[in-house]
């Protein structure tokens, strides 16, 4: 099975582009350019070098012994948590800062939820010079305080949104209104594997870099590409698609995404999509989405303001459909004591989105010979607030 | 059964194109959303804004992620759905509006909650209450040909779909191809209600798309909120769709029919 988007942008029955009409010239131009840009030698060359010098890329794919030894299997981690501004994000950031420039675009907005993307985009705007305007729920805002002032020392200006629940999906959709308002000087800069087509297809092929590692440096290590599991959290899914990316065809790999199951996907506090979601249309694409009866969007809780997300990226629900990935859900409380466990045995503190990966090892039957690679998506630095309060350490 | 809501739906077809028939001219369409400000207004609305002069109304579906929207209109969705509204109970609610009002109406909603009720169900309720055609701004082009077009051919409704000023011209005729009833002219790169009064700017987009001599009537939207900005779009249009500013009113203190009756007879006097 070949996992491919196609010229409409869908995954298998998930995907497409979903927008209203004062959306269409905005992403019909990013979908007709964005292949030529992005597969141009300037732009590769200037892409490569930044991720090399600036984000400090290649990331190490590390054996833990400790964590191995604790689980019967050999798990490597590859440490997104080392990248600049501590987490995956700023791969694709990277990438569509250099994109927009190539478009002619003059400012740049972004959605962000726990201030992650918030704050790898108002990075890469100070980098290059160009104004920055960055979407918050009200409410995020004042649970990730810390990422709000980084943001906005990095030069950038932060803007609550007010409306809805003043989480993650209003933030997204007044990035969408104000991308309306300002259709023409305008690049919004999508955090995850998620939007009309060519969003998700182009944020996964930034963040793609993650398994093109993965595949060189387990060569070196174990002579083979091919792990038998690679495992990443999902809240939209980029660090997923881009730890997943250069495995889709390799069927031998198993494709294990995590998702959060807040206080459990029985008590109506959870984040966990494909557990309780069915196909629908958010923020431009149909994929699999919480929502009532009557279409309206559930409001989603995890303890990870980055797992916070009503839907899942259309790769992932088609990953799901078709049974090529594996699907898990961890709870508040397993997540928190994976970090733990991980800081422990490894001296590494996982931000807690990767956490969730991490919990899932114990659902899963390894045996000895098996070679597991675990995506370690961000440090846990934001977090140390949310470590303190729920504090069983 | 099958039969009897065929000959209900042709009986009552082409509401829309007739108006436009009869009144080339200053059109008013007048948008509001089910279940604002109280759950059981809907049908109360339609027969005030019927009496008032409005020649044609638009029922919103409302969402709770309205991105096309500004925020006096996303307001007006939290407080319907806080009421309760659902799809389901509009259906309810319209099920005799043919015996009360004659007005066309059109519903215009986001695609979500739409796909969820049943794209087939839906239509033939629509059929079946009389509604004359849609507005639903997030559906594809692509998909509405290969997939709801027949659909909506075979229960009479009408589709509308929407041109902005950043449209190309190619585009413009493909819209024009492929709509019924009207276009909607989104007057300026803006959400709903988000901007007062019609620059030159504008009236020069009004008047490059008045020339295209296309073959679908146009009502302009957006940033229509009394007589001054109405007579402008008229000029250089069939009419004009009032959304925002009619939610306003529909907000206000005192006597809803009054208060409906003074404002559109404002606006079209």
């Known amino acids: 099975m070949k996992i491919k988007v196609d010229e409409r942008g869908y995954y298998g029955n998930f995907g497409g582009a979903y927008i209203p009409e004062m959306l269409y010239p905005n992403v019909e131009e990013l979908r007709d350019n964005y292949e030529a840009i992005t597969s141009d030698?300037?732009?590769?060359?200037?892409?490569?070098?930044?991720?090399?010098?600036?984000?400090?890329?290649?990331?190490?794919?590390?054996?833990?012994?400790?964590?191995?030894?604790?689980?019967?299997?050999?798990?490597?981690?590859?440490?997104?948590?080392?990248?600049?501004?501590?987490?995956?994000?700023?791969?694709?950031?990277?990438?569509?800062?250099?994109?927009?420039?190539?478009?002619?675009?003059?400012?740049?907005?972004?959605?962000?939820?726990?201030g992650q993307h918030g704050v790898?985009?108002?990075?890469?705007?100070?980098?290059?010079?160009?104004?920055?305007?960055?979407?918050?729920?009200?409410?995020?805002?004042?649970?990730?305080?810390?990422?709000?002032?980084?943001?906005?020392?990095?030069?950038?200006?932060?803007?609550?949104?007010?409306?809805?629940?003043?989480?993650?999906?209003?933030?997204?959709?007044?990035?969408?209104?104000?991308?309306?308002?300002?259709?023409?000087?305008?690049?919004?800069?999508?955090?995850?594997?998620?939007?009309?087509h060519p969003y998700p297809e182009m944020v996964a092929r930034f963040q793609s870099v993650i398994s093109a590692e993965i595949?060189?440096?387990?060569?070196?290590?174990?002579?083979?590409?091919?792990?038998?599991?690679?495992?990443?959290?999902?809240?939209?899914?980029?660090?997923?698609?881009?730890?997943?990316?250069?495995?889709?065809?390799?069927?031998?790999?198993?494709?294990?995404?995590?998702?959060?199951?807040?206080?459990?996907?029985?008590?109506?506090?959870?984040a966990a999509t494909t557990t309780l979601?069915?196909?629908?249309?958010?923020?431009?694409?149909?994929?699999?989405?919480?929502?009532?009866?009557?279409?309206?969007?559930?409001?989603?809780?995890?303890?990870?303001?980055?797992?916070?997300?009503?839907?899942?990226?259309?790769?992932?629900?088609?990953?799901?459909e078709t049974g090529r990935g594996t699907f898990y859900s961890v709870t508040d409380e397993e997540a928190m004591k994976a970090g733990i466990q991980l800081s422990r045995l490894e001296g590494?503190?996982?931000?807690?989105?990767?956490?969730?990966?991490?919990?899932?090892?114990?659902?899963?039957?390894?045996?000895?010979?098996?070679?597991?690679?675990?995506?370690?998506?961000?440090?846990?630095?934001?977090?140390?607030?949310?470590?303190?309060k729920w504090g069983k350490y | 059964m099958t039969n009897q809501k065929e000959i209900v739906s042709k009986a009552e077809m082409n509401r829309i194109e007739k108006l436009f028939q009869t009144k080339p001219n200053r059109v008013l369409n007048v948008y509001f959303t089910a279940g604002y400000p109280k759950l059981d207004d809907t049908v109360s609305i339609l027969k005030a804004l019927e009496a008032s002069g409005a020649d044609l109304i638009e029922i919103g579906i409302p969402f709770s992620d309205p991105v096309a929207d500004g925020p006096t209109i996303q307001a007006s969705n939290d407080v319907a759905l806080n009421n309760?509204?659902?799809?389901?109970?509009?259906?309810?609610?319209?099920?005799?509006?043919?015996?009360?009002?004659?007005?066309?109406?059109?519903?215009m909603g986001y695609i979500n909650p739409i796909v969820q009720y049943g794209i087939e169900r839906f239509c033939e309720d629509c059929a079946a209450r009389g509604i004359d055609g849609l507005i639903l701004p997030d559906l594809p082009m692509f998909e509405y040909l290969e997939v709801y077009k027949p659909i909506f051919e075979k229960n009479g409704l009408l589709n509308t779909f929407l041109?902005?000023?950043?449209?190309?011209?190619?585009?413009?005729?493909?819209?024009?191809?492929?709509?019924?009833?009207?276009?909607?002219?989104?007057?300026?790169?803006?959400?709903?209600?988000?901007?007062?009064?019609?620059?030159?700017?504008?009236?020069a987009y009004f008047k490059r798309v008045n020339s295209m001599g296309l073959k679908n009537p146009r009502l302009i939207g957006f940033g229509i909120s009394n007589k001054e900005t109405f007579d402008k779009a008229c000029k250089n249009a069939n009419g004009a769709i009032i959304g925002s500013a009619f939610i306003k009113v529909l907000g206000q203190e005192g006597d809803m029919e009054a208060n409906i009756n003074e404002f559109v007879n404002g606006v079209i006097r």
């Open chain 1, 277 to 320: 979601g069915k196909p629908g249309i958010l923020h431009g694409s149909k994929t699999l989405l919480m929502q009532t009866e009557d279409g309206q969007v559930v409001e989603p809780y995890s303890i990870s303001a980055g797992l916070d997300y009503p839907g899942i990226g259309p790769v992932h629900a088609h990953l799901f």
């Open chain 1, 215 to 270: 595949r060189t440096q387990l060569k070196e290590k174990e002579g083979t590409e091919l792990p038998n599991y690679v495992v990443a959290c999902v809240g939209g899914g980029s660090n997923a698609a881009g730890a997943f990316y250069n495995y889709y065809d390799e069927e031998e790999v198993a494709l294990v995404a995590v998702e959060a199951a807040g206080l459990g996907n029985t008590t109506g506090k959870s």
């Open chain 2, 163 to 203: 041109i902005t000023p950043q449209t190309s011209e190619a585009r413009i005729r493909e819209i024009d191809n492929n709509t019924s009833g009207f276009i909607y002219m989104v007057s300026s790169a803006s959400t709903t209600g988000a901007k007062t009064g019609i620059s030159e700017e504008q009236e």
């Open chain 2, 84 to 107: 309760g509204m659902t799809l389901k109970l509009l259906m309810e609610q319209l099920k005799d509006v043919r015996q009360k009002v004659s007005v066309p109406i059109v519903l």
């Open chain 1, 41 to 114: 030698p300037d732009f590769k060359k200037q892409f490569d070098q930044l991720l090399k010098d600036y984000v400090g890329r290649p990331t190490p794919l590390y054996l833990a012994e400790r964590l191995s030894e604790h689980y019967g299997a050999k798990i490597y981690l590859k440490r997104e948590d080392l990248c600049h501004t501590g987490a995956h994000k700023v791969n694709n950031t990277i990438g569509q800062i250099l994109l927009a420039q190539r478009l002619g675009k003059k400012k740049i907005i972004a959605e962000t939820g726990a």
């Open chain 1, 120 to 196: 790898a985009t108002a990075t890469v705007c100070a980098l290059m010079g160009v104004e920055c305007i960055v979407y918050m729920g009200e409410v995020d805002m004042a649970r990730q305080k810390p990422n709000v002032e980084r943001m906005r020392i990095l030069g950038a200006e932060v803007r609550p949104a007010t409306s809805g629940s003043k989480t993650l999906k209003d933030a997204t959709n007044e990035a969408m209104r104000h991308w309306i308002n300002n259709p023409t000087d305008t690049h919004y800069i999508i955090g995850s594997v998620v939007g009309p």
């Open chain 1, 348 to 388: 590494i503190i996982p931000a807690i989105e990767s956490a969730h990966a991490f919990a899932a090892l114990n659902q899963m039957s390894l045996k000895p010979d098996d070679l597991v690679v675990i995506n370690l998506s961000g440090r846990g630095d934001k977090d140390l607030e949310t470590y303190i």
